[in-house]
């Protein structure tokens, strides 16, 4: 059974920063890892796919990273801005039935 | 945003009643899913469909049952709802499965209470 991690459960920035979320799968028969924004009381918001056949993804000041053979992936976010404060979830996709297995999330605070 | 709506957003009810929740999409996604989450346990998948009248199995399937008559509607109801159901509920959408076209889209959510 596949299962996801994430640490830091929380992380605390400065504004500017540079950072980097963490995420880890057991299985690494995937199709692809799906990452996610969060905000309080909403829904879930897509940010990058990165397909079982691809490296890293890149939207904006967001780069996702995939290595399969280690059973991680990680977001890297670039200049760290209040408004990217929430909670960030990895999801990995294995089986043809697209069920995603979900990491515990990682919160984000970015303090101006 | 994908187009994907989810009926009641909240609801409060009492242990025994039936409850149905409503996933509306408007991009003819052929794939649609429930998941719950719940604070300890994140995000877990109840039921999901490949097609009109075409639905499989979760992990958290039991006292659960969906069904899709339309493309566009996905139903899920709890047929005696308990305290243990109280969460928020997603449906999300893909256009497709297995490897292609899998990137999942999701609802506003729907927050219920079982009193």
């Known amino acids: 059974k596949q299962e996801v991690t994430q640490i830091p459960a929380a992380l605390s920035v400065p504004e500017g920063e540079n950072l980097v979320l963490n995420c880890s799968f057991t299985?690494?028969?995937?199709?692809?890892l799906q990452w996610f924004r969060q905000d309080p009381g909403k829904g879930l918001t897509s940010l990058l796919l990165i397909q079982s056949s691809q490296r890293e993804q890149t939207s904006g000041r967001l780069n996702a990273s995939l290595d399969k053979s280690s059973g991680r992936s990680t977001l890297y976010i670039a200049a760290s801005q209040p408004g990217d404060s929430a909670t960030y979830l990895c999801a990995a996709n294995n089986n043809a039935g697209n069920m995603l297995t979900f990491g515990g999330g990682t919160r984000l605070m970015v303090k101006p | 945003d994908a187009g994907i709506t989810q009926s009641p957003r909240h609801k409060v009810t009492e242990t025994g009643t039936p409850v149905t929740l409503r996933c509306h999409q408007t991009?003819?996604?052929?794939?649609m899913y429930w998941y719950r989450q719940d604070p300890g346990h994140g995000l877990r998948l109840i039921h999901y469909s490949y097609g009109v009248k075409d639905t499989d199995k979760g992990e958290v399937s039991d006292g659960y049952s969906v069904s899709r008559s339309k493309t566009e509607d996905f139903l899920l109801t709890l047929e005696s709802a308990t305290s243990s159901q109280t969460s928020v509920y997603f449906c999300?959408?893909?256009?497709?499965?297995?490897?292609?076209?899998?990137?999942?889209?999701f609802g506003p959510g729907t927050r219920l209470t079982v009193l």
């Open positions: 991009e003819n996604h052929r794939y």
């Open positions: 999300a959408i893909s256009e497709g499965g297995g490897r292609t076209h899998n990137e999942q889209f």
């Open positions: 299985d690494s028969a995937i199709y692809n």
